[in-house]
């Protein structure tokens, strides 16, 4: 199966960061490619499978993409899966600096069947990292 790592560094500390990664209505905000994002109803947010969301990609508004996100506060992650496409993207945060700062590692899992998804995946992935990162801060400041 195909995949990748990216990292970055914010000069945000982790809780700054959960709060923008384990909430979904804000990744419009800093992932690349998603323009927006509808929230599950309460009932069926909390079953056994995880948080479900749809996501709308830029430019296709009439394509919804079902999404399960699990997470985990004390072991400071998030895992997003696409029930459309099955790419897996599990992200990690790690306090740096005594908590004053946070490493953001994301992994992605591609499917055979979307490999040839993968350079552009990474080209997104790469941007919104960083851009996470950045937001981050900015709040925090």
């Known amino acids: 199966m195909p995949g990748f790592d990216e990292r970055a560094r914010s000069n945000a500390a982790p809780e700054e960061v959960w709060k923008l990664l384990y909430d979904p209505a804000r990744f419009p905000a800093w992932w690349v490619g998603i323009k927006t994002v509808e929230l599950a109803g309460e009932q069926e947010a909390t079953d056994a499978e995880g948080g479900r969301y749809t996501m ?3 430019g ?3 394509f919804p993409m079902p999404q399960v996100l699990q997470s985990s506060y004390q072991d400071r992650s998030v895992k997003i899966s696409c029930l459309v ?3 897996c993207f599990e992200w990690t945060l790690e306090p740096l600096d ?3 700062a946070t490493a953001i590692w994301v992994h992605v899992e591609i499917p055979e069947h979307e490999a040839h998804r993968l350079e552009s995946q990474r080209d997104a992935i790469r941007r919104s990292v960083a851009k996470l990162a950045e937001l981050a801060a900015h709040f925090q400041a």
């Open 56 to 58: 709308y990609p830029v």
């Open 98 to 100: 005594g908590g004053e």
């Open 60 to 62: 296709y508004p009439d």
């Open 85 to 87: 496409s099955d790419l």
